[in-house]
T-cell receptor, first 117, second 118 residues
Framework: GAVVSQHPSRVICKSGTSVKIECRSL??????MFWYRQFPKQSLMLMAT?????????EQGVEKDKFLINHASLTLSTLTVTSAHPEDSSFYIC?????????????FGSGTQLSVL | AQKITQTQPGMFVQEKEAVTLDCTYD???????LFWYKQPSSGEMIFLIY??????QNATEGRYSLNFQKARKSANLVISASQLGDSAMYFC???????????????FGKGTKLSVIP
């Protein structure tokens, strides 16, 4: 089945630095990728929808200048948390959609635990 | 707007017994899809089962079955013969079924933590 690879799995950074998270579709072309955020013991909240070759669509309340999303190719989307602060500490997870409309599983990456000191 | 409600924050089940995890949803759409995902402590989201709103039969995938009651807007997950490895968070989710990339967005419930007791 389709595999989505997400790196890094865990990152610790100092406040004020930027962190890049990669989401790759390994054996299929991902026309659309989604970025979710999950606080401890809470549900996944959609942050943005990323379409290859176009600007991402952000959900209400998500700062697009803080969470930069790039979907430059059909197999890679990146999320950059700029000038990270402790309140940005969270679990970030991506999911990818293939161009096949019948793919109902909506595969997820393994997630990235971000800790900002 | 779509909403998923999981009323059980935590559940316990004896190993080898069956367990039902509740999920109700709210939508004004006629066409939608319902999912269950398992999230172990490692964090990844593992797809378990899918039910389309127009599917007449309840979905089954191995030990997982989805008890879909459309009129009641419920999509409960039934896990038969529970195993210790089933201990995890379980999330119910919904997607809208319309053309366009945004239709693959998922709305998640708050999850149920299942603990399997030896």
């Amino acid at each position: 089945g389709a595999v989505v690879s997400q790196h890094p799995s865990r990152v610790i950074c100092k406040s004020g630095t930027s962190v890049k998270i990669e989401c790759r579709s390994l054996d299929f072309q991902a026309t659309t990728m989604f970025w979710y955020r999950q606080f401890p013991k809470q549900s996944l909240m959609l942050m943005a929808t990323s379409n290859e070759g176009s600007k991402a669509t952000y959900e209400q309340g998500v700062e697009k200048d803080k969470f930069l999303i790039n979907h430059a190719s059909l197999t890679l989307s990146t999320l950059t948390v700029t000038s990270a602060h402790p309140e940005d500490s969270s679990f970030y997870i991506c999911s990818a959609r293939t161009s096949l409309a019948t793919n109902e599983k909506l595969f997820f990456g393994s997630g990235t635990q971000l800790s900002v000191l | 707007a779509q909403k998923i409600t999981q009323t059980q924050p935590g559940m316990f089940v004896q190993e080898k017994e069956a367990v039902t995890l509740d999920c109700t949803y709210d939508t004004s759409d006629q066409s939608y899809g319902l999912f269950w995902y398992k999230q172990p402590s490692s964090g990844e989201m593992i797809f378990l089962i899918y039910q389309g709103s127009y599917d007449e039969q309840n979905a089954t995938e191995g030990r997982y079955s989805l008890n879909f009651q459309k009129a009641r807007k419920s999509a409960n997950l039934v896990i038969s013969a529970s195993q210790l490895g089933d201990s995890a968070m379980y999330f119910c989710a919904m997607r809208r079924m319309y053309s366009g990339a945004g239709s693959y967005q998922l709305t998640f419930g708050k999850g149920t933590k299942l603990s399997v007791i030896p």
